[in-house]
């Protein structure tokens, strides 16, 4: 086994797979649930959504039946714990838009996307039993976690996000509004889009490339074809952020090559579903 094979064997055994009696499976960091941290990615299954969309397509800006979506997302609130009305959701722009949710923000995007939060692709929180959920289908989830405070947090960190450092300033935001240490916080990589299908163009690489060495070494020039590690980009800056490496589990999982699980923009041509990235506090 060689460095590569170990590093990844390291962090698989940091998440854990789910299935609950409804169906519905997920990720989860598993330290972060052995605290009793509510949170994790789900899977594809365990909904009611139809083909494109099968099953468990939490969003409602992708064209899918708005009843099968809500039904999908009461079915999740099921794990989660919480009623449907308290999700508090965002409109995603690929941005590096944070926002703290309290009691004005819960709720935002629960049963309608025209009331989810606009221009946001992180929300968090230190208000208890206050669900959020951001949707991702290739894009990587990413969950905060302050045990001492306690606070939390989801990201979605796109190339775009990754490229703007959205995790690292997630922390930063963490530390001005709720006090948090970076050295304590814990984090779940979730399930997205692996270096071997995430193919970018040369300008896209370029930026990587120019962040520095640590970050050069996450693109990968193949024979006519250029991918980026954004698994690999967002562990590097959650530790420049202060995040102990042990305290940062990554996904077993890429979206792309696994159409049973998870939903893909990329291989499903851009029509498809939206898994849920979630979090809350109790």
Known sequence: MDEKERDMEKHVSRTIWVTHKNGISLEAGRKMNEMGFC?????????????????????????????????????????????????????????????????????????????????????????????????????VPIILYDFHRPACAVIHAGWRGTAARIAAKTVFAMTVAYGSRPEELFAFIGPSISAAHFEVSRS????????????????????????????????????EAGLREEHIAMTRFCVFSHADKFFSYRRDGGITGRMAAFAMLS
């Not at 009611?48 to 064209?63: E, I, Q, R, T």
């Not at 370029?206 to 562990?235: H, P």
Request: aromatic letters at 6%; proline letters at 3%.
């Open 39 to 139: 949170h994790g990615v789900t899977g594809r299954g365990g909904g009611v959504s139809k083909a494109p969309y099968d099953s468990l397509n939490v969003a409602l800006h992708v064209g899918d039946d708005p009843k099968a979506v809500l039904e999908n997302r009461r079915r999740l609130c099921q794990v989660i714990g919480c009623s449907l009305p308290d999700i508090t959701m965002a409109k995603q722009t690929h941005e590096d838009h944070i926002v703290a949710v309290g009691a004005a923000e819960r709720g935002c995007g629960a049963g309608s996307y025209a009331t989810a939060l606009d221009h946001t692709d992180v929300l968090m929180t230190d208000e208890k039993y206050t669900p959020l959920l951001i949707c991702v289908a290739d894009c």
């Open 204 to 239: 896209t690489a370029d930026i990587f490339k120019k962040s520095g060495a640590m970050y050069a070494s996450c693109v990968y020039d193949g024979e006519g074809a250029r991918t980026v590690d954004l698994w690999k980009v967002n562990q590097l800056q959650l530790k």
